[in-house]
């Protein structure tokens, strides 16, 4: 019999999900009431254990996530969001790897753009996996931070990616720590991309925000705040994008003109709410 292990997400509003050999064992509370994606994508009106249930059970008999069934291999699922805007980066050259969490594989580099978007472009909110041989298999265990334990460690991601000689890497974070470690290491030899930043608090987000490139808005209040203080640019009226850097702000902005997008200009907001508010200490 094929053991699938064990995978631990945050997936839709916040809503701790746990999947045991291709079973989903816990649903718990989600922290969001609404979110505008899955209003957009799925018709989810309001976020409850049930319909999250409902939709990751979908994803694992859509695309076998978390199992041995996993399709690994994909084309853009919502035409920008970050996994989008790192795979053009890496069609374009602006990139030469991607460090990623995913199942399956845990902490990994990825040069192809097609299974970077089938591996992470419709996961969120890695906590724990376990090792899958079909996603190790066509990532390649030298391109794992540990192919036996499958780590979600994006330093010694970073760390990897680096001794491949890869001169130039995207690195996807969600620890305020994480983010400083590797700008301090690697410079602006690193395109450092937050992510599931709603259990940021206030001075961590200022931190991604000292660190990153670009950064994802999620389910924070703190994000949103910050970015406007820091005139970042701003990608889209739902969970937003913004650009902080430079670099950051022309990936966005190459991204969005490859699908005939502008920047936010003023448009209303359709935002997930309530937005998490987590206190500095």
């Not at 008999?61 to 053009?88: M, P, W």
């Not at 190790?136 to 030298?142: S, T």
């Not at 036996?148 to 690195?171: C, H, I, W």
């Not at 997008?261 to 209303?268: C, I, L, Q, R, S």
């Amino acid at each position: 019999m094929v053991n699938h292990g064990r995978h631990v997400f945050d997936a839709i509003g916040m809503t701790r999900v746990i999947i045991e050999n291709g079973e989903v064992v816990y649903v718990g509370e989600s922290e969001l009431e609404y979110c505008p994606l899955f209003k957009k994508f799925r018709g989810m009106e309001n976020i409850t254990p049930e319909m999250v249930r409902e939709n990751i059970e979908f994803r694992i008999r859509d695309f076998g996530f978390c199992t041995e069934n996993r399709v690994v291999r994909a084309d853009d699922y919502i035409t920008f969001g970050v996994s989008e805007i790192l795979s053009t980066a890496l069609e374009n050259g602006r990139i030469d790897a991607a460090v990623i969490a995913a199942d399956g594989c845990g902490t990994a580099v990825i040069t192809d753009p097609h299974i970077l978007q089938g591996l992470c472009g419709r996961i969120s909110g890695l906590v724990e996996t376990s090792p899958l041989q079909v996603v190790l298999n066509a990532v390649g265990r030298d391109n794992v931070v540990d192919p036996e334990t499958v780590p979600v460690n994006m330093v010694m991601g970073a760390n990897l990616a680096d001794s491949k000689g890869y001169q130039r890497f995207s690195v996807t974070v969600c620890k305020p720590e994480d983010a400083k470690a590797i700008r301090e290491r690697y410079g602006d030899r690193a395109i450092i991309v937050g992510v599931h930043t709603s259990h940021i608090n206030r001075c961590g987000v200022g931190t991604m925000f000292d660190c990153c490139d670009f950064i994802t808005a999620c389910g924070s209040r703190w994000t949103r705040e910050i970015a406007h203080e820091r005139n970042a640019l701003v990608a889209g009226n739902k969970v937003e994008i913004f650009g902080i850097t430079d670099v950051g702000k022309q990936m966005v902005l190459e991204k969005l003109r490859s699908i005939g997008k502008e920047p936010y200009n003023g448009e209303e907001l359709d935002e997930p709410r309530p937005l998490i508010e987590y206190q500095c200490d």
